[in-house]
């Protein structure tokens, strides 16, 4: 029997298992003899550039998908050819327009579609391709990660490094860029670098030698992780 068309993200800061879920389900429903394909962003190269990479080293190759409202087109091409599709960091692919519904037109014609992506910027603030493809989700997954400071359940992404994007508007970072915080520990990006965050970095002193040791962040050139 042919499986109904689900739409399923899966949310959560960075270090909670996110991509590790989706390479399990894609894993999972090729297994049931399903054709399963992940798909990743052009501009993300931080293990690889053909496979979708986890935290935590698990991967599977992966196909490519352009960057900004090429994606759609591309991505309806591939969905022809597979049952399930999973798309890694959908947050790359934030604010094109009716990227959302493409995906939810692709459940309706009976594709299970994966998401993974990150529930906030590392300001704090959404992203707008979250804001609408959840509303559109038959189920949400929602992980969490250990909080840097206080070991307790985590939503939130901490950048601590500084970076040069070289004019590119998106800086993709690695496991040494970002922490992820609980609400009382996460500090909005204009504060950090300032005396405000020496409070959090005092919890815990190999993070404070670590944040310490960065370059203080400018609150002009802070895109979205
Ligand atoms: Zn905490």
Not at 118 to 141: Q, V, W
């Amino acid at each position: 029997m042919v499986e109904a068309g689900k739409l399923i993200v899966i949310t959560g800061p960075m270090f909670s298992g996110k991509t590790t879920k989706l390479i399990s389900e894609i894993s999972k429903a090729r297994k049931k003899n399903l054709r399963a394909v992940v798909l990743k962003s052009a501009i993300d190269t931080r293990y690889s550039r053909s496979d979708v990479v986890s935290h935590d080293g698990l991967k599977l190759p992966a196909m490519v998908l352009p960057d900004g409202e090429a994606c759609i087109p591309v991505l309806r091409r591939i969905a022809c050819d597979y049952d399930v599709i999973g798309i890694d960091e959908g947050h790359f692919w934030d604010g094109v327009p009716g990227l959302a519904a493409a995906l939810d037109d692709l459940a309706f014609d009976s594709k299970i579609i994966y998401v993974s992506m990150l529930n906030r910027k590392n300001m704090g603030t959404s992203f707008d391709i979250g804001e609408k493809l959840l509303p559109l989700a038959d189920h949400i997954y929602s992980l969490g990660a250990h909080c840097s400071q206080c070991g307790r359940k985590a939503a939130f992404t901490q950048r601590i490094t500084n970076y040069r994007t070289g004019g590119k508007q998106k800086f993709v970072g690695g496991a040494g860029d970002y922490e992820p915080r609980c609400r009382t520990h996460f500090m909005r990006q204009k504060l950090v670098g300032q005396s405000s965050l020496a409070e959090p970095i005092t919890a815990s002193p190999k993070s404070a030698q670590k944040i310490r040791t960065k370059i203080p962040i400018s609150p002009q050139t802070l895109p979205s992780p």
